[in-house]
């Protein structure tokens, strides 16, 4: 892996959780969409993240466990944080959707999810499970070689990606969620 994932001031991070740095320091993206109707978070393709089901994700649990924060994420740092779990989930999602991700590869990924967080994982959000086990997939993909970095890119670059403005932008240039509000 490329290196540390940095998380907010105050959160604290775990070794599993080094497949979402994976995808945010391994990986680029670009293309943005007007992004108008509100109930949705995010959106790559078909796929999007309502609000409602973002609210579930930043509340779960087994994503504090997981990425291994220490309790609720609040004030700037949760921004931060909302704003690389979106990113992460927009580059699972395009390669999900490309059909670089093999069903084995996503079983895979369940599977050790399951065995290191017993029935934590199995309770959490469809939601979460989903966005755990396709970012677990895809590092590991990317890092073994399966995936290579410049396909990933491309491949997420002529992706249809919208984000709600009270999330940021997304940025062309650092390929990630920048900012709040529209473009500068």
């Given at each position: 892996?490329?290196?540390?994932?940095?998380?907010?001031?105050?959160?604290?991070?775990?070794?599993?959780?080094?497949?979402?740095?994976?995808?945010?320091?391994?990986?680029g993206a670009t293309s943005c969409a007007t992004f108008t109707e509100h109930r949705?978070?995010?959106?790559?393709?078909?796929?999007?993240?309502?609000?409602?089901?973002?609210?579930?994700?930043?509340?779960?649990?087994?994503?504090?466990?997981?990425?291994?924060?220490?309790?609720?994420?609040?004030?700037?740092?949760?921004?931060?944080?909302?704003?690389?779990?979106?990113?992460?989930?927009?580059?699972?999602?395009?390669?999900?959707?490309?059909?670089?991700?093999?069903?084995?590869?996503?079983?895979?990924?369940?599977?050790?999810?399951?065995?290191?967080?017993?029935?934590?994982?199995?309770?959490?959000?469809?939601?979460?499970?989903?966005?755990?086990?396709?970012?677990?997939?895809?590092?590991?993909?990317?890092?073994?070689?399966?995936?290579?970095?410049?396909?990933?890119?491309?491949?997420?670059?002529?992706?249809?990606?919208?984000?709600?403005?009270?999330?940021?932008?997304?940025?062309?240039?650092?390929?990630?969620?920048?900012?709040?509000?529209?473009?500068?």
């Amino acid at each position: 892996m490329t290196g540390p994932l940095h998380l907010p001031h105050g959160a604290r991070r775990r070794p599993l959780a080094a497949a979402v740095a994976a995808l945010a320091l391994s990986l680029g993206a670009t293309s943005c969409a007007t992004f108008t109707e509100h109930r949705d978070a995010v959106r790559v393709g078909d796929e999007e993240i309502t609000q409602d089901q973002l609210g579930t994700m930043l509340e779960s649990p087994f994503l504090e466990q997981w990425t291994q924060t220490a309790g609720p994420v609040n004030g700037v740092a949760r921004g931060e944080f909302t704003k690389l779990l979106l990113s992460n989930w927009i580059y699972a999602s395009a390669l999900v959707q490309a059909g670089l991700v093999p069903d084995e590869e996503r079983a895979a990924a369940e599977q050790q999810l399951t065995a290191e967080f017993a029935g934590d994982f199995e309770a959490a959000p469809e939601v979460v499970r989903r966005f755990a086990i396709d970012s677990i997939a895809v590092g590991g993909l990317l890092s073994r070689g399966v995936i290579a970095r410049d396909e990933a890119i491309e491949i997420i670059r002529s992706s249809d990606v919208a984000v709600d403005p009270r999330y940021g932008w997304w940025d062309e240039e650092l390929i990630v969620i920048s900012g709040f509000g529209p473009p500068r």
